[in-house]
């Protein structure tokens, strides 16, 4: 089945390759240059282009290595100075190259479906829903980036640690994190579920936690780990302030250039409203709104009637809003639980992170589609984040060209999602009259909302003529919306993970 499902999205895929190229295909052909025409020592210097390099060193390596074949395809695209440079050998070269490294991707669901009991065999669930993706499709093969080899990783991670193998998933998941540092929304979960079941060993015992055997565990992991740090940064150990200042650039606005979906996007909503109706009661109310609340690459930007929000403010809010998860999972025992406690840190930092972009959902959507077999209450959130979160992506692809290719995919997914869980969690799963399959009236009520939006981003603001005179309104509905939904899915979620009741007492003596 996972094959079957590979070759035929593959096939999708090759269909895709002429379609519609985001700044993105721009920035990954300048790191193929980057990399394959300077020594390392000059790759987070080089700044001829707007696209500098911002990934982790081993990123870097992995562009580095895909340029030897780029140069059989057409030597010219990896000159630094051909900017926007994009011949159809060179198309063709970087579409190809993402399908290629998908490979890593359906090798990850293949380990993970292998590591689970459920959906093997005559369950086919979750390898379609992981392969068939269709956020992966849109950001990956239309709107162009490589996430399919990383949450190819991610998955390989996660696939041994549900095998109890966790000096394995460490690796992994370390090796990740020295690809794309957004992954680091991840790591909170893992430190706590491996602190936990390898550092401690699963118990819980006062009087037994610091034993050779426990410490040597310590001693293990850490040096796994902070021997891949060591061995991906050796090569630029003359300038990591360099490379740290690229992976981290804090003088990007709170918000994307479209607004992600997230609590900052409410945020901004309140300080629009409040400042127009504020103008209207009383103008010597407010100050003047001379600055964007969303920020591309370096702009700053400042509220006009709520306060300003600080990159250390995300970070803190991050932190606290996970905390509770994090303890509730050192509490707890089985491999599920860490699965959960990883979405509900994924999601917390994308509703309160710094820029973040709206790709990020997907980070929580693939772990959430291996819990969505399990029962009906991961199902139900599945359903709700994954149609949400991927209509959310719609703004990414605003050509109208491709109106018709991402409303089919979203579509198609989404159907067979609710067809093939409904189906899952029929007998466990209460019924609601005029309701979507698993999910309450109300529920189904804000997903249909979302046909409503679409018909007024894309026939109604047209016909009233708005396009020209309130450009951005689509874009601020859309994040709004399904910011609505995902903090929905969020408070949720959190509420029935933290009443989970697999917690382990803990005691001087068992």
């Known amino acids: 089945m996972i094959f079957t499902t590979t070759l035929l999205t593959s096939f999708v895929k090759l269909l895709l390759?002429?379609?519609?190229?985001?700044?993105?295909?721009?920035?990954?052909?300048?790191?193929?240059?980057?990399?394959?025409?300077?020594?390392?020592?000059?790759?987070?210097?080089?700044?001829?282009?707007?696209w500098t390099l911002d990934y982790p060193p081993l990123f870097a390596w992995f562009e580095y290595i895909l340029s030897f074949v780029a140069v059989l395809f057409d030597p010219k695209m990896?000159?630094?100075n051909h900017l926007n440079y994009s011949s159809n050998n060179t198309v063709l070269f970087q579409r190809l190259s993402v399908i290629i490294t998908d490979l890593i991707y359906a090798l990850g669901v293949f380990m993970c479906c292998k590591s689970l009991q459920k959906s093997w065999g005559?369950?086919?669930?979750?390898?379609?829903?992981?392969?068939?993706?269709?956020?992966?499709?849109?950001?990956?093969?239309?709107?162009?980036q490589y996430n399919g080899i990383m949450y190819g990783i991610l998955l390989i991670s996660i696939a041994y640690m549900l095998q109890a193998k966790y000096l394995q998933s460490a690796f992994w998941f370390t090796i990740l994190l020295n690809m794309k540092h957004i992954y680091i929304y991840l790591a909170p979960a893992y430190f706590i579920y491996l602190l936990r079941h390898y550092c401690l060993q699963g118990s819980l015992q006062m009087n037994k936690i610091f034993s050779f055997g426990k410490l040597k565990n310590f001693?293990?992991?850490?040096?796994?780990?902070?021997?891949?740090?060591?061995?991906?940064?050796?090569?630029?150990?003359?300038?990591?302030?360099?490379?740290?200042?690229?992976?981290?650039?804090?003088?990007?606005?709170?918000?994307?250039a479209y607004w992600a979906p997230n609590v900052w996007a409410l945020y901004n909503i309140f300080d629009k409203t409040g400042f127009f109706i504020a103008q209207k009661l009383n103008k010597h109310l407010v100050k003047n709104m001379t600055a964007s609340m969303t920020g591309g690459l370096v702009q700053e930007f400042s509220y006009s009637?709520?306060?300003?929000?600080?990159?250390?403010?995300?970070?803190?809010?991050?932190?606290?809003?996970?905390l509770p998860a994090l303890v509730k999972l050192f509490l707890l025992n089985k491999p599920i639980h860490f699965l959960r406690c990883m979405v509900l840190c994924g999601l917390t930092a994308f509703l309160f992170g710094w820029h973040v972009h709206e790709k990020a959902i997907i980070m929580v959507i693939i772990p959430l589609s291996i819990l969505s077999i399990f029962n009906a209450n991961d199902a139900k959130i599945f359903l709700i984040l994954s149609t949400v979160g991927h209509y959310s992506l719609f703004p990414l692809l605003f050509v109208n060209s491709l109106l018709l290719v991402k409303v089919l995919l979203l579509l198609l997914y989404t159907l067979y999602s609710f067809h093939s869980l409904s189906t899952l969690h029929t007998q466990v799963s209460p019924v609601y009259r005029f309701s979507l399959p698993l999910l309450n009236s109300i529920e189904s009520f804000y997903l249909m909302g979302l046909i409503g939006i679409f018909l007024y981003e894309n026939v109604v603001h047209v016909c009233?003529?708005?396009?020209?005179?309130?450009?951005?309104?689509?874009?601020?509905?859309?994040?709004?919306?399904?910011?609505?939904g995902v903090v929905y899915c969020y408070i949720y979620y959190y509420r029935e993970f933290m009443k989970s009741s697999d917690v382990q007492k803990v005691t001087k003596k068992e």
């Open 17 to 50: 390759i002429p379609s519609y190229r985001s700044t993105d295909f721009e920035v990954h052909r300048n790191w193929l240059a980057i990399t394959h025409s300077l020594p390392p020592n000059k790759w987070y210097f080089e700044d001829t282009s707007q």
């Open 78 to 80: 990896l000159n630094i």
């Open 305 to 322: 009637l709520l306060p300003n929000v600080t990159p250390a403010t995300t970070m803190i809010l991050t932190a606290l809003f996970m």
């Open 122 to 144: 005559k369950e086919v669930v979750l390898p379609i829903l992981l392969i068939t993706n269709c956020g992966l499709l849109i950001v990956d093969h239309i709107h162009f």
């Open 219 to 256: 001693i293990t992991l850490g040096s796994l780990v902070l021997s891949i740090f060591l061995i991906t940064f050796l090569p630029f150990y003359d300038h990591i302030p360099q490379v740290l200042s690229r992976l981290f650039p804090f003088k990007r606005g709170l918000c994307h």
């Open 464 to 484: 009233l003529g708005l396009n020209n005179k309130l450009p951005f309104l689509p874009l601020m509905i859309t994040s709004v919306y399904c910011s609505i």
